[in-house]
């Protein structure tokens, strides 16, 4: 019963951290484009305020239930299929963009909002958007791995 809700944890932390990457590049940033910086730029702060404790939630248990996953199911490291360490490596990767992306570019951005400093919030969005990109095609490319991982001959 362990290994489903495991499952069912990772799945979902994955759907809503890819998805919510693909809403901020591919929704929210063209719907927002046309505003202007002094509006545009809040607007960005309030998404990520919302959205990023929910990729903390991804960035713990998405590791945790794999890690589960692996030991239970394939009884370590060492006899995973390749599809499950290029998914591990990917999902490191990520891991380690957001964190950086927290730490770094999004700090910035909050220091420059909250100072008034909308052109420097502003290049920092552009930094975090990069960062975000690159890693919604990162977890696209995890999904279609999860997907289709277990018929690679």
Same mark, same amino acid.
């Given at each position: 019963?362990?290994?489903?809700?495991?499952?069912?944890?990772?799945?979902?932390?994955?759907?809503? +951290?890819?998805?919510?990457?693909?809403?901020?590049?591919?929704?929210?940033?063209?719907?927002?484009?046309?505003?202007?910086?002094?509006?545009?730029?809040?607007?960005?702060?309030?998404?990520?305020?919302?959205?990023?404790? +929910?990729?903390?939630?991804?960035?713990?248990?998405?590791?945790?239930?794999?890690?589960?996953?692996?030991?239970?199911?394939?009884?370590?490291?060492?006899?995973?299929?390749?599809?499950?360490?290029?998914?591990?490596?990917?999902?490191?990767?990520?891991?380690?963009?957001?964190?950086?992306?927290?730490?770094?570019?999004?700090?910035?951005?909050? %220091?420059?909002?909250?100072?008034?400093?909308?052109?420097?919030?502003?290049? %920092?969005?552009?930094?975090?958007?990069?960062?975000?990109?690159?890693?919604?095609?990162?977890?696209?490319?995890?999904?279609?791995?999860?997907?289709?991982?277990?018929? +690679?001959?």
């Amino acid at each position: 019963m362990f290994n489903a809700i495991a499952v069912t944890v990772h799945l979902l932390t994955a759907v809503i +951290w890819v998805g919510g990457m693909f809403f901020a590049v591919y929704v929210l940033r063209l719907a927002a484009g046309p505003m202007e910086p002094g509006d545009r730029v809040p607007l960005w702060h309030r998404a990520f305020a919302k959205f990023f404790p +929910w990729v903390w939630i991804a960035v713990v248990l998405l590791p945790l239930t794999g890690y589960w996953l692996v030991i239970d199911l394939h009884g370590g490291m060492a006899t995973l299929p390749a599809p499950y360490h290029i998914m591990h490596g990917l999902g490191w990767i990520m891991i380690l963009i957001f964190l950086h992306l927290w730490f770094a570019p999004y700090a910035r951005f909050k %220091q420059a909002l909250a100072g008034g400093n909308i052109p420097e919030a502003g290049k %920092q969005l552009n930094t975090i958007r990069l960062m975000v990109t690159i890693n919604l095609y990162l977890g696209l490319i995890n999904v279609l791995i999860g997907t289709s991982g277990r018929y +690679w001959g």
